[in-house]
């Protein structure tokens, strides 16, 4: 099977299977660090259960991926792999990475310098500054987008071709777009990444992280990177995500059908200032601010305030509230948009928004 001429709904389902006469149709969870009369060690080699998502993960991405124990394990392993001095990195964007660049600025480790990412010119002249002062194979474009949490959307094919241009290497968060939504290595991408925590999981019962790229010098860099810092996924997760995979097409074009329907009620809504969904993401900003906000989070009964995203279940949270977020609307609510029945949705929506 040549996963190149299928498509992504059934790349989603076939691939990462066993084969031959009698193997189970799914690949079982291998819970093994030790392997009878072989070197392999699972932190070094792998297991099975992890090779089998990054089959199907890579195929849909069209590169190679290799699996972490988190978004976040991905996202430090990139950094470790890639050795920039400089990220680039969008103003607003998820607060958890930008406070690892922080943290590593603290320890001058690398600096980071913070654009709009929806202004491709004005990142790609940031780009060029950057490699003239650090050299091009120093710099690395961070391009989260759609951005955590107001959703802004860069041109992801015009940044990676500009930074190609330039030398400079790319990384795509494309934890929020899926890869329904964005194929980032077709794009141009060095390395594109999720937090598979969220839509690919689809269920929120895990934490994995996943990255792709097309390089095979950074594909072992990445897994050199997996190795020796560690943070390898569990075999349990890495079944769960696969199976979560299995059903990422369907549940994302739902959960978009329900978002792109919800944003439009919401922008007819007279307490919304502003709403806009990408895919099944849906981020909005009540006029009245932030107490709003927090009496609409507090008063849905179908819909959960929670932080984490990418479930069956719809889920909302105002992002003002942390201090990572605090350059963001007071009163912005995200919603990650489940595939609930849309009119059960927006009554708890509507009524929380009287509340
Ligand atoms: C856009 C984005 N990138 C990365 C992460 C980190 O992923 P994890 O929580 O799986 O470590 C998150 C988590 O919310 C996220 O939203």
Not at 186 to 215: E, P, Q, R
Not at 293 to 319: F, H, K, N, P
Request: charged residues 20%.
């Amino acid at each position: 099977m040549n996963p190149e001429n299928l498509s992504p709904r059934t790349i989603a389902v076939s691939v990462g299977r066993p084969s031959g006469d009698g193997a189970p149709i799914n690949q079982p969870i291998v819970l093994a660090s030790n392997f009878r009369n072989a070197p392999d060690y699972a932190r070094t080699d792998g297991t099975e259960s992890w090779q089998a998502l990054e089959h199907a993960v890579g195929a849909l991405e069209g590169g190679r991926c290799v699996s972490f124990a988190s978004g976040q394990g991905a996202v430090s392993a990139i950094i470790f792999a890639l050795r920039p001095r400089v990220v680039i990195i969008p103003t607003v964007s998820y607060l958890g990475v930008r406070k690892l660049f922080e943290l590593m600025g603290a320890r001058d480790q690398l600096d980071t310098v913070q654009v709009e990412i929806t202004d491709t010119p004005g990142v790609l002249a940031e780009v060029e500054r950057r490699t003239l002062v650090h050299g091009a194979d120093k710099v690395l474009l961070w391009i989260e987008s759609p951005t955590n949490p107001t959703l802004d959307e860069g041109d992801v094919a015009a940044l990676c071709a500009g930074a190609a241009r330039l030398g400079a290497r790319t990384a795509v968060d494309s934890t929020f777009a899926t890869p329904m939504g964005q194929r980032a290595l077709a794009d141009g991408a060095t390395v594109v990444m999720h937090s598979g925590t969220k839509f690919i999981g689809g269920h929120s019962d895990l934490m994995i992280g996943l990255a792709s790229t097309t390089d095979d010098a950074v594909h072992d860099a990445l897994v050199e990177a997996r190795t020796f810092v560690g943070a390898t996924p569990g075999a349990l997760e890495a079944f769960l995500a696969l199976r979560g995979l299995r059903t990422l097409p369907i549940r994302y074009e739902a959960s978009t059908r329900n978002a792109t329907e919800l944003a439009a009620r919401l922008r007819a809504h007279p307490g919304v200032e502003w709403a806009k969904n990408v895919g099944p993401m849906l981020s909005f900003i009540l006029k009245d601010g932030a107490s709003a906000a927090d009496r609409a989070c507090a008063s849905v009964r179908v819909i959960v305030q929670a932080t984490s995203l990418g479930g069956v279940e719809s889920t909302m949270e105002r992002r003002q509230k942390y201090a990572g977020d605090a350059h963001v609307n007071p009163g912005l609510i995200r919603m990650s948009v489940g595939i609930e029945d849309v009119e059960d949705l927006w009554r708890d929506l509507s009524s929380a928004l009287a509340s």
